[in-house]
């Protein structure tokens, strides 16, 4: 069970800030999943194939492909009433997180 000071710590590290910001704003490259081109629903297909013969998840699948073009919205209102949270720049957010999963070993390097 996640503890309430690992909640707040990750809310104040992951969650977006209350003012808009759009996925070209917060990660450029995975912006680009909006036109995916052709060639990787194949991909997906075939990774689901091989993850089922190998019992390894698959890197990606055709619902990630799906999900990746709709447009969702979050709204921070819930953290900022429950936690205290405060929003700040995306950019610093993100850089947050990072160190977060960096520091708790969920990320190399």
């Not at 060639?39 to 194939?49: C, S």
Request: aromatic letters at 8%; a positive charge.
């Amino acid at each position: 069970m996640v503890s309430r000071t690992d909640t707040e710590t990750f809310a104040r590290a992951c969650c977006s800030p209350a003012a808009s910001v759009t996925l070209p704003e917060i990660a450029p490259p995975a912006a680009s999943a909006a036109s995916i081109p052709a060639v990787v629903w194949p991909a997906a297909w075939f990774m689901e194939g091989l993850a089922r013969l190998t019992g390894i998840p698959p890197m990606m699948t055709r619902d990630h492909l799906k999900m990746a073009r709709k447009k969702m919205f979050y709204s921070s209102a819930k953290a900022m009433r429950e936690l205290g949270y405060q929003s700040r720049p995306a950019r610093r957010a993100v850089e947050d997180a990072v160190a977060w999963f960096r520091a708790n070993g969920m990320l190399a390097g």
